[in-house]
C-alpha cells in the first residue's frame, strides 16, 4: 500500500468511474464495479465470490465469512470462493 503525499491524487475512484455500472437488473445499488466484469456463476466453473454470496443471501460478506455452514474453497488468502451449488442448498434448507 502507498501513501499519498501532499498534492498527490488518488487515482482509484477515477478507475472505478471509468469501469461503469452494471444494468439495474444485475446490480441493484447501481454501484461501479472494480475487477473483472460480472460473469454467471456457469462461466467461471460455478463459483461465487463471498461478495456474490452475500449479495443472494441479503447480509453482508462479513456474515458470509462467519457463516459455519458454508464451506469455501480458499485458493489462497485472498482469493475465497463458494460453490454454487452449496450456496443453493444452503438457501433451500433455510426455507422451511
Do not use: W
Not at 487515482?11 to 460473469?39: E, R, V, W
Amino acid at each position: 500500500m502507498s501513501v499519498l503525499k501532499c498534492g498527490q491524487m488518488n487515482t482509484n475512484h477515477i478507475l472505478k468511474s471509468q469501469i461503469g455500472t452494471l444494468p439495474d437488473s444485475h446490480n441493484s445499488t447501481n454501484q461501479p464495479l472494480a475487477g473483472l466484469p460480472h460473469q454467471h456463476p456457469a462461466a467461471n466453473g460455478g463459483l461465487l465470490s463471498r461478495a456474490q454470496v452475500a449479495q443472494q443471501l441479503g447480509v453482508c460478506p462479513h456474515t458470509v465469512a462467519r457463516n459455519k455452514d458454508l464451506r469455501p474453497l480458499k485458493f489462497n488468502q485472498r482469493l475465497i470462493r463458494y460453490r454454487a451449488e452449496d450456496v443453493q442448498r444452503y438457501i433451500e434448507s433455510a426455507i422451511v
